[in-house]
């Protein structure tokens, strides 16, 4: 149960992101700043911090996928920037675990890379017409805004159980 508990956790994150969030947005009812929930991403890279880098390749590259399938037209793109936030922020020195200012930090920056890398790559390929400026005012401040106070509200009690997972797997090692 353990086990299977973290994938429905993730999975709960992505159908929030793409379907229940998109009810309550404020651009539905006439706002013209944009809320990107990136509570996946928020998650991988704090699972990557205290289950290990494989942990979130793993996750990154799975729901990367998932969401180059089911959000977007072009297929990798997700796929290869979620790996690649799993690779480069999961910094589980335990300075860094001790710390939740610095992993909300991180979180922060996994967001700010995943933004600008949908963001450029949708703009070379001219699937976007939004021009920098706009981006910043409109998506890029509010995403981030959103997404720091999801990953302040998630920390505490998702640490708390990657820390019982990583117990739990130390001790079936042994």
């Not at 992101?17 to 700043?33: K, M, N, R």
């Not at 399938?69 to 001790?98: A, K, N, Q």
């Amino acid at each position: 149960m353990n086990r299977i508990l973290l994938p429905l956790i993730m999975l709960f994150f992505f159908v929030v992101e793409g379907s229940l969030f998109q009810v309550f947005a404020p651009e539905q009812y006439g706002s013209g700043i944009l809320y990107i929930p990136r509570f996946v991403v928020v998650a991988i890279v704090i699972i990557g911090i205290f289950l290990g880098r494989t942990h979130a390749i793993i996750y990154g590259l799975i729901f990367g996928i998932l969401y180059d399938v089911v959000y977007t037209e072009l297929l990798g793109v997700y796929m290869f920037c979620l790996g690649l936030i799993g690779y480069l922020l999961s910094l589980s020195h335990p300075y860094v675990r001790r710390s939740y200012s610095l992993v909300v930090i991180l979180t922060l920056a996994a967001v700010l890379i995943v933004e600008y890398f949908t963001y450029g790559i949708n703009w070379m390929l001219n699937i976007t017409g939004m021009m920098h400026d706009e981006f910043l005012r409109q998506r890029l401040l509010s995403t981030l805004g959103m997404n720091f106070l999801f990953s302040l509200i998630l920390l505490y009690p998702l640490r708390k159980y990657l820390l019982y997972l990583k117990r739990m797997e130390e001790i079936q090692k042994h």
